[in-house]
DNA sequence: CGTTTTAGGACATTTTGAGTCCGATTTAGG
DNA sequence: CCTAAATCGGACTCAAAATGTCCTAAAACG
């Protein structure tokens, strides 16, 4: 019952495109380095998110990786759902659509709503949202490095 | 992210003993009968749910268990949490008090209220909600086995 | 062409989930 | 007291998932 460290690297890494002016890229290894995610992984996740349409690549020499969307315009969910796959609690629908407990078992029903609870929190967040709440965080409570 | 078969079983094996007579015990062997749960696992499950004091075990010939709390008095996350231990989504606070992001990031932020959804739902909803919500389900959508 | 950068897949390692097994302990009943 | 019936507790197994690493291919720039 947890968020991977690939889905958070995810984020990290989406904030840290969001963060570069409009229409700028940045490399993989940039990147990584700054915001210390293992390289090679990161490189994965990276390829998830290209796939689901949130980041655009630029292959070659003097390439990299720039924000497809509008920040403002990315859930958080959006991001966790692209690197990790769809969040359903619930199993016996997914196992077999025929599943015995066809018609609604109350505890899939309660794991439903549990699931719902934290898209709810997840979809509400925008990946905007996020980078303005770092920013006032910053701003209250400095540090020298980020 | 999901709820484990260890949690699940730990549920519906309460759901079971929420629904003898008040004051009656039954043993493992039956109740991992009844639900199909495998009946070592669950046995180690129940375990968990004596030691949270969820459940009375009686030892011995003739022993069994038995509910040790009103049901209505149970919200499942308590059940959950007894046997899979504490739901906690975020991570750079856990793994160390002093982590990089103290005085809080974003993020963390975020995954607290993520986590804060799942258990709100989880709270809500005790183990008398569950078994009243069933009897509904199986009252308009009956069938022969359970 | 050669260098830089992403793409994609195969591989390795560790952790977690999901059980199993067995000896110890407790208790009821004969 | 002895035995059968239960739970207790820990060690163990097995598979899947999480977390990475590595290497070759393909693309693009100069």
Redo the contacts between chains.
Sequence with gaps: ????RAG?YG??GL?HLARLRPGQRTMIDEVSRQESIPKSFLAKIFQSLVKAGLVRSIRGAGGGFALAKNPAQIP?LEIIEAV?GR???Q?CKMDRPDC?HA?????C???E??????????TR?TLAD??Q??EA?DLT?P?A?R
Tied chains: 1, 2.
């Design positions: 019952m947890q968020i991977t958070e984020v990290m904030m958080v990790e969040i359903v609690f199993r015995e018609g609604g078992c109350a505890l029903g309660l794991f709503r549990a699931q719902d609870g934290v898209k709810e929190a997840l967040t996020l980078i709440q770092q965080i409570h540090r490095h």
